[in-house]
């Protein structure tokens, strides 16, 4: 029940945000989710014991395969306040380097939609990983990028396992606001997130949605599907553009 009452409150939250963007503009901005300005302080800078989220998450936000940090540049708005919520509340658990946790409980609910609002407006590169250095790491095992784009276009009939795409977007590029974008997500936190998701340390999702899509894959379909997510193209054949969506 509580989460499918959260799932209602998040479509009400784009309905009414569409609704209020239709009347000033076509397109929703960042600034309608939080306060730019001090949602960039908190992120260059911190506040109070909360560190500056560039030390972890990159200058522009794009993450750090060293540490296991994700991407937030170019991140759905609603899903990283979500995430933050969902952190604030111990809905879900950092495992990784056993902070954020601390991080979301140290802001106010409006600081997080400010920093989220922030780190999602970032733009960047569209290429994730720079596999050659991941390589060097020697931590973790390299994926068969061809293999995990088919994984990710059509899923396996055999297996039971639908395609990512189907809720993740073309090519993982997003369908806001419940699913994020994975295309150029950081290569070692897909992997570490989905292995999450199918060991049950990770359990913040609606429905159970990835853990059910997870439990059916295996090491070398995490590893392949990473390696094609981290560098998909968002854009499709004939059309370059990427639709605007937050
Ligand atoms: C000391 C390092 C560190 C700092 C500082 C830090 N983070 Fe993180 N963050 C992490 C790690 C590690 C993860 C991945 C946790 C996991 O594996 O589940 C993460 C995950 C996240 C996520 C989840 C993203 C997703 O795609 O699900 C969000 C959102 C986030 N951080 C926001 C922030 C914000 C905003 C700040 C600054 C207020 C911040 N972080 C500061 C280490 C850090
Ligand atoms: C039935 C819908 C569904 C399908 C199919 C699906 N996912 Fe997801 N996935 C979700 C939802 C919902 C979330 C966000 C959960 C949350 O709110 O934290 C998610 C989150 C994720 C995340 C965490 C992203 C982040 O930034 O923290 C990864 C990684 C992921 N999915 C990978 C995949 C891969 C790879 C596939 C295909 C093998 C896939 N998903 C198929 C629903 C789906």
Redesign the pocket.
């Known amino acids: 029940m509580r989460r499918s009452t959260k799932i209602t409150a998040i479509l009400a939250v784009a309905a009414m945000v569409s609704a209020s963007g239709s009347f000033a503009s076509a397109t929703v901005s960042y600034s309608d989710f939080g306060d730019l300005e001090n949602g960039k302080k908190i992120f260059t800078a911190g506040k109070g014991d909360v560190p500056a989220c560039t030390s972890c998450h990159g200058n522009e936000g794009l993450g750090d395969d060293a540490m296991g940090t994700?991407r937030l540049a170019g991140?759905g708005v609603a899903?990283l306040i979500?995430?933050l919520e969902?952190f604030a509340t111990d809905k879900r658990q950092d495992t990784t380097m056993f902070i954020m946790n601390n991080n979301a409980k140290g802001l106010s609910p409006q600081d997080r939609k400010d920093v989220a609002a922030y780190a999602a407006s970032l733009s960047g590169p569209t290429a994730g990983s720079d596999m050659a250095a991941v390589k060097e790491l020697g931590s973790v095992p390299m994926g068969v990028r061809y293999l995990g784009k088919n994984?990710?276009q059509f899923?396996s009939d055999e297996r039971g396992?639908?395609?990512?795409h189907?809720?993740?977007g073309y090519n993982g590029r997003g369908a806001f606001p419940?699913?994020?974008r994975?295309a150029n997500?950081k290569y070692v936190y897909?992997v570490n997130?989905?292995k999450k998701w199918r060991d049950g340390s990770r359990a913040?999702?609606?429905l159970s949605?990835?853990q059910n899509?997870a439990k059916k894959?295996t090491d070398d379909d995490i590893y392949n599907?990473a390696a094609f997510?981290t560098s998909a193209d968002q854009t499709t054949i004939g059309n370059y553009r990427i639709p605007d969506q937050k």
């Open positions: 994700p991140q899903f979500k995430q969902d994984l990710a899923g396992i639908p395609a990512c189907s809720c993740h419940v699913y994020p994975l997500q897909l997130q989905l913040n999702d609606p949605q990835m899509v894959l599907v997510l």
